[in-house]
């Protein structure tokens, strides 16, 4: 589900980013904003990001719930010059009505 | 050492079907940051579950390192303040999301960061335990 949704975000599909989003989903981003589902959304149309790299993931289970884990090396374009960012995130992942769903996330830079 | 005070807990409309898994949940909240405060590992110990994922500032930190660290801290003269939280329940899962202030004195500057927070818990064994929390400084 994580591949999933970096390429949901890489591709722009908006579509398979309502499906991974619960509705409350709330994400904290790497400058300390609050962003809710439809922010997210919103940033997606407008990302200049071209490829989200997995780096490592760990992946904790609690029950119905998953803590995701990792650092993704995010690739791409700004004003015309590349850009790479490393990252860590911290995902919590739902199982809700058969299928695992988002419900929180934060990402902070590395370096 | 480290100071804290609880301010303006904010309500949030989910909290409404949850209130007390919302008043269960920033209890233990409040009990870990006291718990810090004084360097008590054995309510941290217990507070947190085995498999706790902390990343604070971009690095990745387990439940030993974690405890490892408070037993070996020294008194700071810092102190936390608790600006607001909400609380989202999902079934035996809660994630608390809210900003706290860090204050401090460094060679006789003051100094001041605000963070903003991810805490997710988890209800195990009759115990809402701490699986994940990570914390952002907030840009100004």
Known sequence: MEHVWGQAYVSKDPKALERILDDAFVNVDSDGKLQAKADVLAEMRTSTTLQVLTESMTVHLHGNTAIVTGVFLIKGVERGKPYAQRVRFVDTWFYKNGQWVSIAGLVTRIG | MVLVCLTSLAASAQEAAGSDVARAVRALESEWFE???????????????????????GRLVTKGDYLLRVRSAKPQLEQIVLEGTT??????????????????????????KRWRFVDTWVYKKGHWMLVAAAAVPVSK
């Open chain 2, 35 to 57: 718990a810090q405060a004084r360097n008590d590992n054995r309510t941290l110990d217990l507070i947190f579950d085995n498999a706790l994922v902390y990343v604070e500032s």
């Open chain 2, 87 to 112: 609380v989202r329940t999902f079934g035996d899962t809660a994630v608390v999301v809210g900003t706290y202030l860090e204050t401090g004195v460094k060679d006789g500057k003051p100094w001041l």
